[in-house]
């Protein structure tokens, strides 16, 4: 298969196992993102797949050549990678320019050759008006972006990135995300990239992996991951979810307190522990009983610019938001009808 294939890696460290047997699979020049909560083996597979950390089981090929596997592992300035770190690990005391130039002179190129290169990868970064300046006087975004140019200048066959953005504001993530984005459809270069931010990963990737305790849980396209969690640790990780515990009754009921809640997908063993899961911006307002539609006590009415959040109470203790426009009326009395729509909702084993 071409692109990247990792196959049942594990690496411990001592008795623990930060990867536990992975299985992934990166298709060429597509940009996958492993999601996942700290500690749960990310960036270890990200130096597995560098060359920086030997497996103790399993291998990691490209396009077919074995790049790693026990005992032997091709050196990473073989691999033909580059890596981009959080810290933007740019030479000081160099320009913008000279920053770039040298990964370009360490791989042999004449200087013409050297800066007809450098202009094209900073006109690709849009920072070939900044390209005598030091690291020092750029921001946060415009050195992470020489970074990014200095990466993209030494052509490689795989770019992995390890938290590239979490150095930067939230007003500056954002428009980065966007950026990595742009230049990932200019370049199509096949890439591994690290977050525990899930809106990063819905942003940037085609694919997402969510990782829980060293193994790969869930995979698939960010409207996948999102509108279809595989588990509760999926529907909780990626965020802004319900998740309502009951027992699943059969035939896709689950009895949540008294309450029966149909779900039109997901799956849950018959009499087991079961979890409704159901965003909140598909939770509404109702005007009358009816099916899925509960009784209960608004507790909280929060504005947040285009919507508002609301959080209401039932009288059996299950808790739920849901957003409205934000110039919608907020129901005057406490008490209110909320209609969680079958089809929005989704049944997880508990
Ligand atoms: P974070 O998002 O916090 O960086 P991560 O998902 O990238 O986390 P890893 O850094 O891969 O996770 O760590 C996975 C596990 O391996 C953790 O339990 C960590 O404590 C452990 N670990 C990582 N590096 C080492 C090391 N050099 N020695 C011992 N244990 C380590």
């Known amino acids: 298969m071409s692109g990247l294939v990792i196959e049942g ?19 060429d020049g597509a940009l996958l993102c492993l999601l996942g909560p700290s500690g749960c083996g990310k960036t270890t597979t990200l130096r597995a797949v560098a060359g920086l950390v030997a497996p103790d089981a399993g291998r990691i090929l490209r396009d077919g050549e074995v790049l790693s596997e026990p005992g032997r592992v091709l050196p990473p300035e073989r691999r033909r990678m580059a890596m981009i770190f959080q810290s933007y690990a740019l030479w000081p005391h160099m320009t913008v320019a000279g920053n770039v130039a040298y990964a370009l002179k360490l791989k042999g190129l004449g200087s013409a050759a050297v800066g007809t290169e450098v ?22 975004g415009q050195q ?98 319900n998740l309502i515990a009951g027992r699943h009754l059969g035939g896709g009921v689950v009895d949540c307190g008294g309450v029966a809640l149909a779900c039109a997908s997901g ?18 307002l ?9 009784a209960a006590r608004l507790v909280r009415s929060t504005f ?24 919608a009326a907020v129901p005057g009395s406490g008490e209110v009808l909320v209609s969680l729509p079958p089809a929005a909702c989704r049944m997880l084993a508990g």
């Open 9 to 27: 890696l594990t690496c411990r460290y001592g008795d623990a196992a930060a990867v536990d047997a992975l299985d992934l699979a990166v298709p």
């Open 119 to 140: 202009a094209k990868v900073l006109r690709a970064v849009r920072l070939d008006a900044l390209a005598d300046r030091l690291p020092a006087d750029l921001s946060g």
């Open 144 to 241: 992470q972006r020489v970074a990014i140019a200095r990466a993209l200048a030494m052509e490689p066959r795989t770019l992995l990135m390890d938290e590239p953005l979490s150095n930067l504001d939230a007003a500056l993530r954002e428009e980065m995300r966007l950026e990595l984005r742009r230049l990932h459809e200019a370049h199509g270069v096949t890439t591994l990239y690290v977050t525990h931010d899930q809106a990063e990963a819905m942003a940037t990737a085609d694919l997402v992996a969510v990782m829980q305790a060293g193994r790969i849980v869930q995979l698939g396209t960010p409207e996948e991951v999102y509108a279809a969690p595989a588990s509760a640790f999926v529907a909780r990780f990626i965020g802004g979810t």
């Open 267 to 284: 799956s849950a063993a018959e009499d087991g522990s079961a979890i409704v899961a159901i965003r909140p911006h598909a939770v509404m």
């Open 286 to 294: 109702a005007a009358a009983p009816g099916q899925n539609v509960i």
């Open 304 to 327: 947040l610019g285009p919507v508002r959040e609301l959080g209401v109470e039932t009288a059996c203790g299950i808790t739920l938001r849901l957003t409205i426009p934000s110039d």
